[in-house]
């Protein structure tokens, strides 16, 4: 279960279509500022993947220095919104149609040693470029991880020294840094552990610009628990050098919280002894408690009436034909009625744009922003 604010409360009472998406603008202003200011000398980037809505982008873009962008769809999407707005271009599999754009961002993230020579050989430039390195140290408790073993993201040192080979005799690929994004789910302190292992690792290289990726933990078991963002912005403040330029770039961790997807009880019923709650739309909306394994915080607007249940354990669906479209399994609530209005919380990132919206061919959710 998850506090809902009088704000999202309101405008799920008065929607007049189910489902629906509705994302709390004025809670992620106040939370990325909160987010901004606990990362004092530290650059901060949005990672577009995590949620690429405009009306988000615009509220973000007031308090980021830049965004991270790992396609050149999502290279494209911010330009048009924000064309001033420093880009970071990252992401395993650059084409060379992609590979064109980058001397039009700010940074490109180079990936492997044979993406850097494609890129030589285009002959574009200059391009600026931090080289992603995945370096070989413990990710243990991580959620995701991209690096501390083979992975297929970055380089390990036998890269990295190949890149060096490449990028010398030359000036058009102006080697700045490097960047990790090495595990995802870590509270500040691992993160930290994190950053200093790669700060050391850049200043064997001799470069002094630094972004350590983003990866801050979000828990959806606990929606209050936050991010320690004043802990991990200290530690990073002590470990850059007056030279150095350190740069982070969350996604998750920035937008999870604003977005609510809420929806209606169609059907409550009871099979071999089980209750299941089917509600209007799905995961093919809500992605989410899927791809993680979880149980979706909601919470639930009394506006139903009829046989449901009360204090007792609940599995909550959705429409699809398929086993896998559950939210959450086995939760016990005061009461749950056909007609009840269930507001998913925490479906502010990795959520909609992540999801199937076109199998079973239900109807989209409309977008509302408060
Ligand atoms: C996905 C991604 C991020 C953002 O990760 P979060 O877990 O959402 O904070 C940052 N950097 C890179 C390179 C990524 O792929």
Known sequence: MIEIPD????????LTAHPAYVYDLRSLEEHVAAVRQALPG??????????????????????VDGFEVSSGGELTHVRELHPDAPLAFGGPGKTDTELALASTVHRLHVESPGELRRLLAAGTGPVDVLLRVNLDVPVAGAALAMGGGATPFGMDDDGVRECLTLLAGQHRVRLRGVHAHLASGLDAAALLDLARAVVEYARGLGVREINVGGGMAVSYTDPAERFAWKIFGAGLSDLRAPDETLRVEPGRALTAYCGWYVTRVIDVKRVHGEAFAVVTGGTHHLRTPVTKGHDQPFAVLP???????????????????????????RVVVPRLLPGDTVAFGMAGAYAYNISHHDFLMHP???FHYI
Request: aromatic fraction near 4%; charged fraction near 25%.
């Open 364 to 366: 989209k959710p409309a």
């Open 7 to 14: 704000a999202v409360r309101v405008a799920a009472e008065c």
């Open 42 to 63: 530290t650059e901060l980037y949005y990672a577009v993947k995590a949620n690429p809505d405009p009306r988000l982008l615009a509220v973000l873009a007031r308090h």
């Open 303 to 329: 506006t139903g009436a009829g046989p449901g249940v009360r204090d007792e354990p609940v599995t909550v669906v959705g429409q699809l034909c398929t086993p896998k479209d559950v939210f959450a399994r």
